[in-house]
């Protein structure tokens, strides 16, 4: 059977070797939008392989980038151990990924106890120590940190999203009210004052998001912010300072 033009030569290979018997009926599911990447069941993120299946969201290279954008500000303000807490920890690729690159105390809560079943199981995939709670990410935090960082659920109820990751992926890791902000609010509001000195928020958000955002940052007195742009231009990163 011939590669189909709209997979790539390496992931062919890798699922015809682990769908050999029954590979005619994975590219119907293919066809049909089921992901690649929970098929072959990983992908590579920021240096590391992170396992995926129906539980999580499938990592994207945004997410990527809002690592590489933690790190390289973590760098620049500490010079000493630090914690961090990932609120809304998925597969736990941002976790992994900060906890592989700063010297930190790390934690990660998610709503989710299939997630966190992945999330353990790629922390122990990556010979990383991380400690996962069965927690609502909306809920005040009761320690102090250095960095806050979360991708949280942030498609608006009337925004577009691609019926496949609408059918496949896990809706609970996708959806939120208040036209998609309702997250950052809840977060950025109950813990803005569990920030250690140097401290800040970093956050993945959406591309249209950042009017909203700002206008309620304001409102609460907020002024130590900045947006940054993805690789493609759009606004897709809040960083809040202590």
């Known amino acids: 059977m011939n590669k189909p033009d709209y997979i790539s030569f390496k992931d062919w290979e890798l699922i015809k070797e682990k769908y050999q018997n029954n590979?005619?009926?994975?590219?119907?599911?293919?066809?049909?939008?089921?992901?690649?990447?929970?098929?072959?069941?990983?992908?590579?993120?920021?240096?590391?392989?992170?396992?995926?299946?129906?539980?999580?969201?499938?990592?994207r290279p945004e997410t990527e980038y809002l690592v590489e954008k933690t790190i390289k500000l973590a760098k620049q303000i500490f010079n000493k151990k630090i914690n961090i807490i990932d609120l809304g920890t998925g597969s736990g690729c941002i976790a992994i990924s900060l906890k592989k690159e700063l010297n930190t105390n790390l934690i990660a809560y998610d709503i989710s106890n299939d997630a966190l079943?992945?999330?353990?199981?790629?922390?122990?995939?990556?010979?990383?120590?991380?400690k996962f709670y069965n927690?609502?990410?909306?809920?005040?935090?009761?320690?102090?940190?250095?960095?806050?960082?979360?991708n949280p659920p942030y498609i608006g109820k009337k925004d577009f999203l691609a019926e496949n990751v609408k059918k496949y992926e896990p809706n609970v890791a996708l959806f939120a009210s208040d036209n998609g902000i309702y997250f950052y609010k809840e977060i950025i509001k109950n813990n803005i004052s569990k920030l250690n000195?140097?401290?800040?928020?970093?956050?993945?958000?959406?591309?249209?998001?950042?009017?909203?955002?700002?206008?309620?940052?304001?409102?609460?007195?907020?002024?130590?912010y900045k947006f940054e742009k993805d690789m493609v231009g759009k606004n897709r990163y809040l960083f809040i300072f202590e």
């Open 23 to 59: 590979l005619e009926d994975i590219l119907n599911k293919i066809d049909n939008g089921y992901p690649i990447q929970y098929l072959i069941g990983n992908v590579y993120f920021y240096n590391s392989i992170i396992n995926v299946d129906k539980r999580v969201l499938i990592p």
């Open 197 to 224: 000195k140097n401290g800040f928020m970093a956050f993945e958000i959406g591309e249209n998001q950042k009017n909203e955002l700002e206008k309620y940052l304001k409102s609460i007195g907020i002024t130590n």
């Open 117 to 130: 079943a992945v999330a353990k199981e790629n922390a122990k995939l990556n010979n990383i120590k991380i």
């Open 135 to 150: 927690k609502d990410i909306t809920i005040p935090l009761k320690n102090n940190y250095d960095i806050i960082i979360s």
